[in-house]
């Protein structure tokens, strides 16, 4: 492994799944294997907790990482974490503050890689934050996260709301006689095909580990194929990481990506050289 966390103080500071082998192939496959991006780079680190993977950025080449965190205490540890580890104070920082509200701060090209591993589950202004990166213009946005699954008959029920849809803008009545159930059925016959997606709004203890920081504990909850048609929508170009093809061995304390629970995606505006 690049970087390895064993016998560091992150198994310490945090009760958020801080295993050694987790951290080392997080880093390895997300960051590691990605390091012409980091090099001499300067790096927004999302929701960036105790720093774990702000240290990371900084052993594989970035120059500087700003951290952005909604909790004070894992702030704190963030700059213990970092001077127990003895890296130098000029090439991090971190704050104290919401990270949608921080986004909206940040010049176009002030940062080269944006982090955002493990929160986008627990927002609800996840288009706010694809739109505000996609106006930032890093080389390299990595999104790290857990999905939800895609509900059952998910095709027909997207023929069958693209059918009301349609029918509603002409103003024809689902209802009428003339329409006919076989006529419905042989519309929805020939739909083509639509990509669609699901979002789950659920609620949360806002109070608990790894929790959305937002009082009303309301999180948006997206599948991957959600994701991939957000992704889409703000002309990103995407590149899903395949976890079966990392060389991963011993999937203990990584279930969640072999299952795909959670995935991890690379992605660059469209106009990005």
């Not at 966390?5 to 294997?33: C, D, G, M, Q």
């Not at 907790?49 to 704190?76: P, T």
């Not at 176009?108 to 627990?122: K, R, Y």
């Not at 213009?137 to 849809?165: C, G, H």
Request: aromatic share 12%; glycine share 4%.
């Amino acid at each position: 492994m690049y970087v390895d966390f064993t016998n560091t103080p992150y198994l310490e500071s945090s009760k958020v799944l801080a295993h050694a082998k987790r951290l080392n192939w997080r880093t390895e496959v997300l960051i590691a294997r990605n390091r012409k991006f980091f090099e001499g780079k300067r790096v927004l680190d999302l929701a960036s907790h105790d720093g774990r993977f702000s240290y990371s950025a900084l052993q594989c080449g970035a120059s500087y990482v700003k951290g952005v965190e909604g909790r004070q205490e894992a702030v704190d540890e963030a700059f213990s974490n970092m001077e127990k580890m003895q890296i130098d104070r000029s090439k991090y920082d971190f704050e104290q503050c919401d990270l949608t509200a921080f986004l909206r701060t940040v010049e176009p090209g002030e940062f080269d890689v944006i982090l955002c591993f493990g929160v986008f589950s627990h927002l609800v202004s996840q288009f706010e934050v694809l739109a505000e990166v996609k106006r930032i213009q890093p080389s390299l946005f990595i999104l790290d996260t857990w999905v939800a699954r895609e509900p059952m008959f998910k095709n027909f029920r997207n023929k069958m709301v693209n059918y009301i849809v349609n029918r509603s803008i002409d103003s024809v009545q689902l209802n009428n006689r003339q329409t006919g159930k076989w006529n419905i059925f042989n519309h929805l016959r020939k739909i083509v095909k639509q990509p669609s997606g699901s979002i789950v709004l659920l609620y949360e203890d806002p109070n608990a580990p790894g929790a959305t920081i937002d009082k009303s504990g309301l999180m948006a909850w997206a599948t991957n194929d959600a994701l991939r048609m957000m992704f889409s929508h703000f002309d990103f170009n995407a590149t899903e990481v395949d976890w079966h093809q990392q060389g991963v061995d011993d999937w203990r304390q990584l279930t969640d990506y072999k299952n795909a629970k959670r995935v991890s995606w690379l992605l660059q505006p469209s106009n990005t050289k």
